[in-house]
DNA sequence: AATACGAACAACCGCAGTTTA
DNA sequence: CTAAACTGCGGTTGTTCGTAT
């Protein structure tokens, strides 16, 4: 026996969305919150899929989502954490606060998959721009033509970089549990900042599920690692790995950590991020610094 | 000005994992 | 325990719009 579709197809609205049914199911989560979507069509009166719902939602009507142009620094950080973890966007996503894995699939797709070989042969990044095409004024020119909303953001032609002079917040370093606790010591001791906790992973948590269910903000070198050296290095394996994690190769290691607080993301960003648009850019500015920071590292000691 | 083409992206589809009755 | 329902995810498609000719 196969599986019902989630709602019957016949007499349902497709297509895009229109100011009405945004407001509906807007108005409806406000009161009700998120879930259940399969009841939301029938309890908020739209002639809508429930998962037709959902995407709508989660892609576009969200408060927390962030419109605009892909800048260079997310493209990156796009870039290399598609190196990383390969197609798997709702984890790219959560890297990005405030962009949806669709967005950055589409973005992918029609950006840089096409230029993944042609980067590939020019190993030098340059933080290139991406190319921009002259701000399009289609929401302005009739915003409400057949009643469909456009939700699509106004493209910038410049990307607005904040200096990155972010107030120092407390970092939380997961430290894996095959790195050595005196090693992690040292470490704490030779960072300027007193503001950093290390805070010991065991076993059980320190995986991939953990990368998996943290928050952006609670992302840090050994996830990276863990994930990244476990799902896509194909040249170091696990015992190499566990090698330089506590071997030998451990001073680089720290040393990269000792030298890079910026492997870290600020506590509050999250939380930051949601608050002002200013703040929301400064913050990402100075996160998408850290983590492209670390990025760099890491791909380093890879290759 | 008209048309063709390609880029961009919103939305849909189907599968898979998880939850619930 | 099991089937059905729910939810999330990645792949794909369809539509719109900008640009080149």
Redesign the pocket.
């Known amino acids: ?1 196969g ?2 579709p ?1 709602c019957s ?1 016949e007499g349902m609205n ?4 229109t100011a009405t049914e945004d407001k509906i199911l807007t108005d409806y989560i406000k009161v009700h919150g998120e ?5 939301i069509p029938r309890e908020a009166g739209l002639n809508r899929c ?3 719902c ?3 939602w989660r ?2 009507l969200r408060p927390d989502i962030r419109r605009g142009n892909i800048s260079s620094d997310e493209e990156d950080l796009i870039i290399r954490l598609h190196k990383l973890l390969g ?5 790219i996503a959560g890297r990005l606060p405030g962009r949806t ?3 950055i ?3 992918w ?3 840089l998959s096409k230029r993944g070989q042609e980067k590939e042969r020019r190993p030098e990044s340059n933080h290139s721009k991406v ?1 921009k ?2 701000i ?3 929401m302005d020119e009739n915003p409400i ?1 057949s009643c469909v909303i ?4 106004p ?1 910038f032609k410049e990307v607005f970089i904040t200096p990155d002079d972010q107030i120092q917040q407390h970092r939380i370093v997961a430290i894996p549990p095959s790195v050595d606790a005196n090693l992690v010591q040292n470490v704490a001791a030779g960072l300027e900042s007193s503001d950093v906790t290390f805070m010991s992973c065991n076993e059980e948590n320190y995986s991939l599920d953990f990368l998996v269910n943290i928050k952006p903000r609670e992302i840090n070198i050994s996830e990276i690692l863990d994930s990244g050296f476990t799902n896509h290095s194909h040249d170091l394996d696990a015992p190499e790995m566990d090698k330089v994690m506590k071997g030998d190769d451990a001073d680089t290691y720290t040393s990269k950590i000792a030298e890079s607080q910026a492997f870290l993301l600020p506590e509050e960003m999250e939380q930051n991020w949601r608050g002002s648009d200013y703040n929301i850019q400064a913050n990402l500015d100075s996160d998408f610094g850290s983590l492209v920071a670390f990025l760099e590292s890491a791909e380093e000691w890879i290759i």
């Open positions: 026996m599986r019902s989630c197809k497709r297509g895009a969305w879930g259940k979507w399969s009841n429930g998962k037709s959902r995407l709508r892609n576009y197609n798997r966007w709702s984890l894995d669709n967005e699939k589409n973005y797709n029609t950006h190319e095409k002259p399009t004024s289609r033509s456009r939700t699509k953001a493209r």
